[in-house]
């Protein structure tokens, strides 16, 4: 039983430079979110989807984009990369059916340069 | 909208102290009430929750009390060990649009010296 899986851990990336985080969870959850973790800032919901198909805006959702396909996986697509994008990222998903603890991925640590 | 503002830190003990973290809500319904811990290197997770008023919740030690009047719910243990050296997150779950959304103090970081 693997969780939520994160992929990658670590990226350094130049200005304006795309990438996509990954996030797979083999649980069956519905909802799934996308965290970024600042120092001293605690999580900020950039975000989120309710089920395959379905995506909403978090927080601090600019210069970001989801896709929920299915059920399983959940990818945060960052275009154009900017400094403050620098940040550890937290994937993390509930059943939805409830209010259950999130379950959390490991983190990427990204850097932007 | 929902909020969890929670004491920052960060706070060094040392072994064998008492420990409380602050933490209070502002919320417009009925909502759910966690702390997860996040240890060095590693991702959140749960170190206790609590689902309604006057519950209590504890784990490894560590114990908070779901208090609606006064909408707090600090986080205690008696006597803090080096392995309890992590950052800590109130946080609260609550249907908001029709989604469950889950928001999160802004951490506090424990060090606890032998």
């Known amino acids: 039983n693997a969780g939520v899986t994160q992929t990658p851990k670590f990226r350094i990336l130049k200005i304006g430079q795309s990438m996509t985080l990954q996030c797979t969870q083999d649980m069956n959850h519905n909802y799934m979110y996308w965290y970024r973790q600042d120092p001293g800032m605690g999580l900020k919901l950039i975000y989120y989807?309710?089920?395959?198909?379905?995506?909403d805006k978090g927080e601090v959702p600019n210069g970001y984009n989801v896709s929920r396909s299915t059920t399983e996986d959940f990818p945060l697509r960052l275009e154009l990369a900017a400094p403050s994008q620098t940040s550890v990222y937290f994937c993390?998903?509930?059943?939805?059916?409830?209010?259950?603890?999130?379950?959390f991925g490991s983190g990427t640590q990204l850097s932007v340069l | 909208g929902n909020s969890v503002t929670q004491m920052e830190g960060p706070v060094t003990l040392s072994e064998e102290a008492f420990l409380t973290i602050n933490c209070t809500y502002t919320a417009t319904g009925y909502p759910s009430l966690f702390w997860y811990v996040q240890y060095p290197g590693e991702g959140l997770q749960l170190l206790l929750k609590?689902?309604?008023?006057?519950d209590k919740g504890s784990n490894k030690g560590f114990e908070a009390t779901y208090r609606k009047e006064t909408t707090s719910f600090h986080l205690e243990k008696g006597s803090v060990q080096v392995s309890d050296s992590a950052v800590y997150f109130c946080?609260?779950?609550?249907?908001?649009?029709?989604?469950?959304?889950?928001?999160f103090g802004k951490g506090m970081k424990l060090t606890v010296n032998p």
């Open positions: 989807s309710v089920g395959a198909g379905i995506t």
């Open positions: 993390a998903s509930i059943p939805g059916t409830g209010r259950e603890k999130l379950f």
């Open positions: 609590a689902t309604k008023a006057d």
């Open positions: 946080a609260l779950s609550d249907l908001e649009g029709g989604s469950e959304k889950l928001v």
